[in-house]
């Protein structure tokens, strides 16, 4: 039975919530409500979709799925599609993340595969739908839907500019006790509600997963800090302070500002970087992206777009800048992309101060949750595919 054919749907639209605010580069935004459950449930069912990639909540639990082989998450949320036409939904059970007296729904929406530059900016309105079904052990139940009660905001939000392949902007500054309860929302804005036409369906034959199995760590990394050999028809080559490579793991990276590290993780994948790192809050990180490195001494006749030995980004485009920009808290953290992903081997790291990589890793993302099997051949290449 498809959870969302009676109240989240008028007149054969569905409804969901939204913010009144719009801006050319699409932002994001958060939205919440809490919600009073006066019995112990013994069982609930979280059901959510939406228009743009988004992350559900449940008193600040990202919502996850329990096996017997422990927790995962299904990735970019709700996956591309005729997004017009059909839309995914994703079921949950939260029994366990519920507590007796308030609890509170939250979610962070962008833009994802609705109004980004990937989908050709199919929509400009972002939106999350949810239904909670809460059984009790009386049998009775209660349902919680969105609708214009639920509160949104954008600038408490700490995702900024979200799009795939082209980047996120993360800001870890930001705090995320909107997710829990207490939090004053008193100057958020009640949520719109956006009627959106289409099918639901599940979303669970369509789902993305972390490949855990086929994360893996960089095989070497430079680091620089200038540039030689510039000329008119060349951007030169950059100037190596230091050069390592890993046979038995990723070492500690500290880097100081000016410097630039051009991390190489082997072989091209579909995912997202993965990192720990050391600053003091408000260090700004940028991450580039690319399939190859720049070369012939970054000839501009090659289509380099830079120094030899730099990030080749020429393929990409302006529009497309596979970018991370994450602003740090203060101490250690850890942090991946949520809400994006790219096809890269190399990853260029700067930071505006001075950061110690603790630890970096290479996500991949696939729509294959497990491989049926593997294959060897007698050439290494066909081999890494």
Not at 208 to 216: F, G, T, W
Request: proline content about 3%; charged content about 25%; hydrophobic content about 30%.
């Amino acid at each position: 039975e498809n959870p969302f054919s009676n109240s989240t749907v008028v007149d054969g639209k569905l409804r969901m919530v939204a913010t009144g605010r719009i801006f050319p580069k699409r932002p994001s935004f958060v939205v919440r409500k809490s919600i009073s459950i006066e019995k112990k449930p013994v069982d609930a069912k979280l059901f959510v979709s939406g228009m743009g990639v988004f992350c559900s909540y449940v008193n600040g639990n990202r919502v996850a799925n329990n096996t017997s082989e422990g927790k995962f998450y299904y990735e970019l949320t709700p996956g591309n599609t005729e997004i017009e036409i059909r839309k995914h939904y994703f079921t949950y059970d939260v029994t366990n993340e519920l507590n007796e007296g308030t609890n509170v729904l939250s979610a962070i929406v962008t833009s994802g595969w609705w109004s980004d530059l990937v989908s050709v900016c199919q929509g400009e309105r972002n939106g999350f739908i949810s239904k909670l079904i809460v059984t009790y052990e009386d049998g009775d139940r209660e349902v919680f839907v969105t609708d214009d009660s639920w509160k949104a905001d954008i600038d408490a939000c700490p995702a900024g500019f979200c799009s795939i392949f082209s980047g996120e902007e993360f800001d870890a500054t930001k705090s995320t006790e909107f997710m829990s309860d207490g939090y004053d929302d008193s100057k958020w804005k009640n949520a719109d509600t956006v009627e959106y036409q289409g099918q639901m369906t599940s979303g669970f034959k369509a789902a993305i997963y972390n490949r855990e199995d086929m994360e893996h760590e960089p095989v070497s990394t430079v680091v620089f800090d200038s540039v030689h050999n510039a000329d008119e028809e060349h951007y030169g080559t950059i100037n190596v302070k230091r050069e390592y490579k890993y046979d038995n793991g990723f070492q500690e990276l500290a880097l100081v500002t000016g410097e630039s590290a051009v991390v190489d993780f082997g072989y091209n994948c579909s995912g997202r970087e993965a990192f720990t790192v050391e600053a003091e809050a408000g260090t700004k990180i940028t991450v580039w992206h690319a399939e190859a490195l720049n070369e012939a001494n970054g000839a501009k006749s090659r289509n380099n777009s830079g120094p030899e030995g730099d990030v080749w980004l020429f393929n990409l485009g302006d529009l497309s800048p596979a970018r991370t920009d994450y602003v740090c808290k203060s101490g250690e953290q850890s942090y991946f992309p949520l809400f994006t992903y790219y096809g890269f081997r190399y990853i260029r790291i700067t930071a505006d101060h001075p950061i110690t990589i603790k630890k970096l890793t290479y996500q991949v993302l696939s729509s294959v949750k497990n491989d049926d099997g593997r294959i060897t051949t007698g050439n290494s290449s066909i081999n890494t595919l």
